[in-house]
């Protein structure tokens, strides 16, 4: 599988961005797509997942109400709709696929990585 990021960018607080995720090659219904994020000086985090399905969703909680994830079958694609953006939402986010039958927000367990793409808000 591989996996190509796009959609960061600058935006001030309060603003939106829409990130995405092309996907190609073999996928199947039950993997995980997920982004994480990764700031300067810290550990990257779980941010969002759904299943390539479309049919179940999960969100950290410091994003939840804020961010949707969702998946467009036509295009093969994943987007993070980014609303209400904070400055802590600063960071590069990855997107991943995680192949096995769970859906979990550890990294370790994405075994597909795409290149990350920078979000940075200003206050």
């Known amino acids: 599988v591989q996996l190509q990021a796009s959609g960061g960018g600058l935006v001030q607080a309060g603003g939106s961005l829409r990130l995405s995720c092309a996907a190609s090659g073999r996928t199947f219904s039950y993997y995980t797509l997920g982004w994480f994020r990764q700031a300067p000086g810290k550990e990257r985090e779980f941010v969002a997942a759904i299943k390539w399905s479309g049919a179940n969703t999960r969100y950290a909680d410091s994003v939840k109400g804020r961010f949707t994830i969702s998946r467009d079958h036509a295009k093969n694609t994943v987007s993070l709709q980014m609303n209400s953006l904070k400055p802590e939402d600063t960071a590069v986010y990855y997107c991943?696929?995680?192949?096995?039958?769970?859906?979990?927000?550890?990294?370790?367990?994405?075994?597909?990585w795409g290149q990350g793409t920078l979000v940075t808000v200003s206050s």
């Open positions: 991943a696929v995680d192949s096995s039958l769970t859906m979990g927000t550890a990294h370790w367990a994405y075994n597909y």
